[in-house]
């Protein structure tokens, strides 16, 4: 079945770049998303790509797509104590339903 | 436009009891989602509806009920409510666009 890999904690300083990595299993998956949660709040999407694309850059955000190796990264640059949160990988199912398959989710603490 | 928006914020019950959480959207979506949220493991898919008048389970539907009452509406059940359905819950819905949105979330405890 359809399956999401995120590594569960990662550590930066203010101002650094932070990578936050994703594997799936669904080759057939139409776009992938990054959602961002903070605490007590629900998810906001921070952004996607279509599964076309190999790249998407926006602001200090950039995603990194590897098909090839089922590889999907989100890159912060100039990391701020307000992008600590937790960051949702997810990839939409192969159907028109909409629905999403989430990974475990990355808390990223970003310390000053 | 209020976006997703859930009710309650907060509940507590107790082993057997039953409840609704409420669910609205104001985003004219096609498709609304129930969610659970437990500490490391992502989100999961309850129940789904893809349009107005059908729902389909999800990856875990055991334990939960739910009705698509018109477009803007998406409601799901407890029926006896056990510890394990402690969580956060959560309700989204899509349009065209491929964006998900997702309401605050209700957390639920079960004693």
């Known amino acids: 079945g359809e399956d999401v890999e995120q590594s569960l904690f990662l550590s930066v300083r203010e101002g650094d770049s932070s990578v936050i990595n994703c594997t799936y299993t669904?080759?057939?998956?139409?776009?992938l998303y990054w959602y961002k949660q903070e605490p007590g709040a629900g998810l906001q999407l921070l952004t996607y790509?279509?599964?076309?694309?190999d790249m998407k850059q926006d602001q200090r955000l950039t995603v990194l797509l590897n098909k090839k190796d089922k590889h999907l990264s989100l890159r912060i640059a100039d990391t701020q104590t307000g992008d600590s949160a937790i960051y949702f990988c997810?990839?939409?199912?192969?159907?028109?339903?909409?629905?999403?398959?989430f990974g475990q989710g990355t808390t990223l603490q970003v310390k000053p | 436009n209020a976006g997703v928006t859930q009710t309650p914020k907060f509940q507590v019950l107790k082993t057997g009891q039953s409840m609704t959480l409420q669910c609205a959207q104001d985003?004219?979506?096609?498709?609304m989602y129930w969610y659970r949220q437990d500490p490391g493991m992502g989100l999961r898919l309850i129940y789904y509806s893809a349009s107005e008048g059908t729902t389909d389970k999800g990856e875990v539907p055991n334990g939960y009920n739910v009705s698509r009452l018109n477009k803007r509406e998406f409601s799901l059940r407890l029926e006896s409510a056990a510890p394990s359905q402690t969580s956060v819950y959560f309700c989204?819905?899509?349009?065209?666009?491929?964006?998900?949105?997702f309401g605050p979330g209700t957390r639920l405890t079960v004693t």
């Open positions: 989204a819905s899509i349009g065209n666009s491929y964006e998900q949105y």
């Open positions: 790509i279509f599964s076309n694309m």
């Open positions: 669904d080759s057939s998956s139409t776009y």
């Open positions: 997810a990839e939409s199912v192969a159907s028109n339903t909409g629905k999403l398959i």
């Open positions: 985003m004219n979506h096609n498709s």
